[in-house]
T-cell receptor, first 111, second 115 residues
Framework: RKEVEQDPGPFNVPEGATVAFNCTYS??????FFWYRQDCRKEPKLLMS???SGNEDGRFTAQLNRASQYISLLIRDSKLSDSATYLC????????????FGSGTRLLVRP | NAGVTQTPKFQVLKTGQSMTLQCAQD?????MYWYRQDPGMGLRLIYY???????DKGEVPNGYNVSRLNKREFSLRLESAAPSQTSVYFC??????????????FGPGTRLTVL
């Protein structure tokens, strides 16, 4: 089983739609959770950290469910510019705090 | 600030050749990392340096060596390139290693092809 699993997609949605991605992680000791965004042939960039209580940043909402070991990302009012691959990232849960990257969920927003 | 820079952007090698990928950051970060990204797979950690003067193996260190030249620079060396090392290589840095310092900033990547 992969340490971090994501549906690869692609999710193909019209502008203005709401779309949600889930991600599961295997190590219950993980403490840090993130969503990164990666545009085609570019480097990953931090979209948002995910906190236990859930957090929102504009049109983006991230949730953490420790009991079920999954993280979600909700995007409201999708824009064409949201088209990208979204990477779920979790720390290993040991003292190294190394990050484990999921292989990503691809989002395509169409006009 | 340039953030994290990497050279070269593209490279083609023949099997058995060697090369060094260069990485530098100007954010005064303590920790630096080298990842590779292959189609359908997440970024995989090759080596990291928690602080100047230290380096440690990641998930896929075989065939690679690293040098933390100073606080700013972290290089990755392929001693004898193999086709399996064809990949996109990203360097990253973070303020430190720890639960509160995990945000990593990435360089633009090096696209390496080994024939």
């Amino acid at each position: 089983r992969k340490e971090v699993e994501q549906d690869p997609g692609p999710f193909n949605v019209p502008e203005g739609a709401t779309v949600a991605f889930n991600c599961t992680y295997s190590n219950s000791a993980s403490q840090s959770f993130f969503w990164y965004r990666q545009d085609c042939r570019k480097e990953p960039k931090l979209l948002m950290s995910v906190y236990s209580s859930g957090n929102e940043d504009g049109r983006f909402t991230a949730q953490l469910n420790r009991a079920s070991q999954y993280i979600s990302l909700l995007i409201r009012d999708s824009k064409l510019s949201d088209s990208a691959t979204y990477l779920c990232v979790v720390n290993r849960g040991d003292s190294s705090y190394k990050l484990i990257f999921g292989s990503g969920t691809r989002l395509l927003v169409r006009p | 600030n340039a953030g994290v820079t990497q050279t070269p952007k593209f490279q083609v090698l023949k099997t058995g050749q060697s090369m060094t990928l260069q990485c530098a950051q100007d954010m005064n970060h303590n920790s630096m990392y080298w990842y590779r990204q292959d189609p359908g797979m997440g970024l995989r950690l090759i080596y990291y340096s928690a602080s100047e003067g230290t380096t440690d193996k990641g998930e896929v260190p075989n065939g690679y060596n690293v040098s933390r030249l100073n606080k700013r620079e972290f290089s990755l060396r392929l001693e004898s390139a193999a086709p399996s090392q064809t990949s996109v290589y990203f360097c990253a840095s973070s303020e430190a290693v720890g639960p509160s310092y995990n945000e990593q900033f990435f360089g633009p990547g090096t696209r390496l092809t080994v024939l």
